[in-house]
């Protein structure tokens, strides 16, 4: 009997190869397959994307002119609010986790994921744990308005909808630790036989430090907002300074989280362009051991600087100097990928399709948001930016020129290798000029209005703003629109009308993903494959170094 | 031709084993949704009815069981391979990791409070201002209930009375079930399994002290959630920790019945380590709270 079921099953496993996925709803519902589960999550953080616009562009309605027009302040502060906790956690979050899906297994010539069926799981909690959170705005007393930060006890006030907030974000967790471990699990064991980790492509190292960061710090999330629940309905106090506890103790713990939840954002991000800049400057990549080290010791000073956020708060002297310090040597290892990024490019013979102009813009933007960063980082003078437009300048140039271009570039980069058809160069030019003139647009003049005093998540502002407030404005409404040509561009690809893609798509490129044809079959590497150095884009031996 | 389909055979049972298409983790989640879809309408008085509670329980219960059914059947019909128990091992010890890191989140409440907000309100650092101008009366002792006095006076439980045989109950039954271990190792699955019936009763009998000193605690002490810092952090640690011993028992029980319908193998039984190792995690974080909560 058993024999005879395992003997199905074989047959079964043979048949893999010829039949496709099932058909209708259900295939998308019950699919363990990561390529599904890949473009289940890029759907579904393009969707949070278009939402958490949209509530950013409320937010720019209402900062065109000083007083109030539009929406009355508590409405404001929930979009602020809400459009970081769908724009961090349901849109670069999840599209990250779909770009891995796709990817890892078919970098390492892995067949699946290690845990195909808790990969589903991970996925299938963010719509109900975003419908959660969504739902908010209907409730008595709107969706959270007190900072994506949820700083209590400013956050202890919101209405009804605050169990569903804190609920929300421990099912977003429980989704970032499966799929984090399915990750980690996957690299580290269903590598291709010969692929040691130092052969191992940057995405995947990038993606297996991140998925460390989000399996230390998702639990204390969940622990710190568990206690904002208990101190709201069971009289705990932890936050509470009558009851022995602190405020300010939450902000530590938050921040502990936080911070590390930043490279978690930024992490995948130096994977892709480290993937796409030796593509199209047809060059190994430059000092590939250093970026592996680089980005370990990114993920290792995460855990000690996380105070940075809190140099306003009245933190003991030797706390403020810690927390300057550390923060600065951050920017050493970071440095050092933006050296060996622009090394790589020195010299290669470039070409600048759509995937390597984000992939530039990525390297020169980001490091803007870095120098920012690092000015931040400075205590003393962080006393006068602090809650200003000028955090907001910095974290928009790391997390939009820096991680949403690298999720377009990637998606540029891969999507003849997933649909089999190439997209529109012209449109994909088209987009990628509009986005890198809007963005700046956006958010330079915010360092402006931020250096002089204009306070961040205020629905109203000083008259002397008023210019810098409406070019920012102009340019959101650029960005937003523009992305409806990447939209346009990608649903062509996966419509399958255009011309066909070849098995190397980019002459460059390199890397397991390329021996297969285009589209990929719907099972990869059923059998693990071959690999050697000319195939991972490592220089190969032969040569002279 | 035959010779092929068999070599075929034998090399596509050696891949790595994927999944058939699933529907639980969608009906999970779906659980999981109305499970706290009824716990928010109750902690916002909507009268919603425990309706949503039971069902969405009862159905994510049914659907944990199927799928660790499914996993156990999987493996006792040999479609796992060396690299799926690897995935197993690595998957299960970064879930223990998180489940660490999520404990670490409450230890560090309870050091910040006892190392830093207690001291700085009772005017030490540079916080004397604070100090004199809110709660000039206010000392640094422990425990404690807050400047306020929240809740009222109330008394501890002593570290060497029941919390002392708990870590010995615990202490014990670390010991039990790797005496289990062995004995699975060796082949004696009888003496495996009554050392495991011994590690459940073990986890049961600390629950149940655990039960007791909550009662005499909340009723005879008057210390309850509501009493400060000291109460919060004093429930929140236990009260986590508990809720793992039970879960933990559950699975002691499962692997124990697994075993007497025969399931594992003296060389290959991750099932069974994995659910030791999530006990000896419960074991360490126990310590833990013994030291730093009612020790210390
Ligand atoms: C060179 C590296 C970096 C340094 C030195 C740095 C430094 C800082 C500092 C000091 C602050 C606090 C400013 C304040 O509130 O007064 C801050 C805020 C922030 N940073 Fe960075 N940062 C760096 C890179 C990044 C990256 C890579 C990301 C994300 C991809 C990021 C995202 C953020 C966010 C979201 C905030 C604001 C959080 C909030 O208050 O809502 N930063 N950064
Ligand atoms: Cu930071």
Redesign the interface.
């Given at each position: 009997m058993?024999n005879a079921?395992?003997h199905h099953?074989?047959a079964h496993?043979?048949d893999d190869h010829h039949h496709g996925p099932?058909k209708g709803i259900?295939?998308w519902?019950?699919?363990?397959?990561h390529k599904d589960l890949g473009t289940l999550y890029l759907i579904f953080a393009f969707s949070m994307f278009f939402v958490g616009g949209l509530m950013s562009l409320v937010i720019r309605a209402e900062l065109w002119e000083p007083g109030l027009q539009f929406v009355d302040p508590e409405f404001f502060n929930q979009m602020t609010t809400m459009h970081a906790l769908v724009m961090i956690f349901g849109g670069v979050m999840p599209a990250f986790t779909g770009l891995a899906n796709w990817m890892v297994p078919m970098m390492v010539g892995?067949?699946?994921m290690?845990?195909?069926?808790?990969n589903?799981?991970g996925f299938?909690?963010l719509p109900?744990a975003f419908?959660?959170l969504l739902s908010t705005l209907f409730m008595d007393g709107g969706a959270p308005a007190g900072g994506w930060t949820m700083y209590p006890p400013l956050v202890l006030q919101t209405g009804?909808g605050?169990?569903?907030l804190i609920?929300a974000i421990?099912?977003m967790g429980i989704s970032s630790?499966t799929g984090?471990?399915n990750v980690?699990?996957t690299v580290?064991?269903?590598r291709a036989p010969g692929m040691t980790l130092l052969k191992m492509p940057l995405f995947c190292w990038t993606w297996l430090i991140t998925a460390y960061l989000l399996?230390?710090?998702?639990?204390?999330l969940?622990?710190?907002v568990?206690?904002l629940l208990?101190?709201k309905?069971?009289?705990?106090?932890?936050f509470?300074?009558?009851?022995?506890?602190?405020p300010?103790?939450f902000q530590?713990?938050f921040w502990?989280f936080g911070h590390p939840e930043v490279y978690i954002l930024i992490l995948p991000a130096f994977g892709v362009v480290s993937t796409i800049i030796p593509a199209f400057a047809r060059k190994p990549l430059f000092g590939y051991d250093s970026m592996v080290y680089a980005t370990a010791s990114i993920a290792f000073l995460s855990f000690i600087v996380w105070a940075h956020h809190m140099f306003t708060v009245g933190m003991?002297l030797a706390g403020e100097l810690f927390f300057m310090f550390s923060t600065m040597l951050i920017a050493v290892p970071t440095g050092v990928k933006v050296f060996n990024w622009i090394a790589t490019m020195w010299r290669g013979s470039m070409t600048f399709e759509t995937p390597m102009l984000f992939a530039i813009a990525f390297v020169f933007l980001f490091s803007i948001g870095g120098f920012s960063g690092l000015m931040l980082a400075i205590a003393p003078v962080d006393f006068q930016y602090h809650d200003t437009y000028f955090v907001v300048a910095h974290f928009h140039y790391v997390l939009v020129p820096g991680a949403v271009f690298s999720i377009i570039a990637a998606v540029y980069y891969w999507i003849p290798k997933w649909t089999g058809v190439m997209y529109s160069e012209f449109w994909g030019k088209v987009h990628f000029w509009l986005s890198a003139i809007a963005v700046n647009v956006t958010f330079f003049p915010q360092h402006f209005s931020g250096l002089a005093g204009m306070q961040r998540r205020v629905p109203d502002y000083a008259v002397q703003f008023v210019d810098f407030n409406q070019v920012s404005t102009i340019g959101a409404f650029v960005f937003f629109i523009a992305q409806f040509i990447f939209i346009g561009n990608m649903i062509r690809c996966m419509a399958k009308k255009g011309e066909k893609a070849t098995q190397q798509v980019w002459e460059g490129a390199r890397g397991l993903e390329w021996t297969v044809p285009s589209p990929a079959p719907y099972?990869t590497f059923?059998?693990p494959p071959k690999v050697n150095d000319e195939i991972l884009g490592f220089p190969s031996h032969g040569k002279a170094h | 031709m035959a010779t092929q389909a068999a070599h075929?055979?034998a090399?596509?049972?050696n891949?790595?084993f994927?999944?058939?298409?699933?529907?639980?983790?969608?009906v999970?989640?779906?659980a999981?949704?109305a499970v706290?879809?009824g716990?928010?309408g109750f902690?916002?008085n909507?009268h919603i009815g425990p309706i949503p509670i039971w069902i969405g329980s009862a159905v994510a219960i049914y659907i944990i069981f199927r799928?660790l059914r499914a996993v156990s059947l999987e493996s006792e019909?040999?479609?796992y391979n060396q690299?799926v128990d690897?995935?197993y091992r690595?998957?299960m010890a970064?879930?223990i990791?998180?489940?660490v890191?999520?404990?670490?989140?409450?230890f560090?409440?309870l050091w910040?409070?006892r190392e830093?907000?207690?001291p700085?309100?009772s005017g030490e650092?540079?916080k004397v201002a604070t100090h004199l101008t809110?709660w000039p009366m206010f000392e640094n002792i422990w425990p404690?209930?807050?400047?306020?006095e929240?809740?009222g006076s109330f008394e501890t439980v002593g570290a060497w009375g029941l919390p002392f045989i708990n870590t010995l109950l615990l202490l014990t039954s670390g010991v039990t079930i790797t005496m289990a271990h062995h004995a699975l190792k060796e082949n004696h699955r009888l003496s495996c399994i009554l050392w495991m019936w011994a590690t459940v009763a073990l986890g049961v009998a600390f629950l149940g002290c655990q039960g007791y000193e909550y009662v005499h605690a909340w009723e005879g002490l008057n210390l309850?959630?509501?009493s400060?810092?000291?109460?919060?952090?004093f429930?929140?640690l236990t009260g986590f920790h508990g809720m793992h011993v039970t879960l933990g028992t559950i699975m002691l029980i499962i692997i124990t019945c697994r075993l007497m319908s025969g399931h594992f193998k003296p060389e290959s039984h991750f099932g069974f380590e994995g659910v030791a190792w999530y006990w000896h995690f419960v074991d360490v974080v126990w310590v833990g709270l013994f030291i730093f909560v009612y020790v210390l």
């Open positions: 058993a079921e395992a099953d074989h496993g043979h099932d259900m295939r519902i019950k699919t363990t397959n892995a067949s699946d290690a845990l195909p069926r808790v589903n799981w299938w909690i109900f419908t959660l009804e605050f169990p569903f609920f421990h099912l630790i984090a471990i980690v699990v580290l064991n269903l399996i230390a710090t998702m639990p204390v969940a622990g710190a568990t206690m208990t101190d309905y069971f009289g705990t106090s932890f509470t300074a009558s009851g022995g506890g602190d300010v103790m530590h713990i502990f003991p099972h059923e059998d | 075929h055979d090399a596509a049972s891949r790595y994927v999944p058939d298409p699933s529907a639980w983790p969608f999970l989640t779906a999981l949704a706290v879809v716990v928010a902690l916002e909507k799928w019909h040999g479609k690299a690897s995935t690595m998957a970064w879930f990791f998180s489940e890191m999520f404990f670490g989140a409450f560090g409440a910040y409070a830093l907000s207690i700085w309100l650092g540079t809110l404690n209930n807050g400047p306020m929240l809740n309850t959630l509501s400060g810092i000291y109460g919060s952090t429930y929140m």
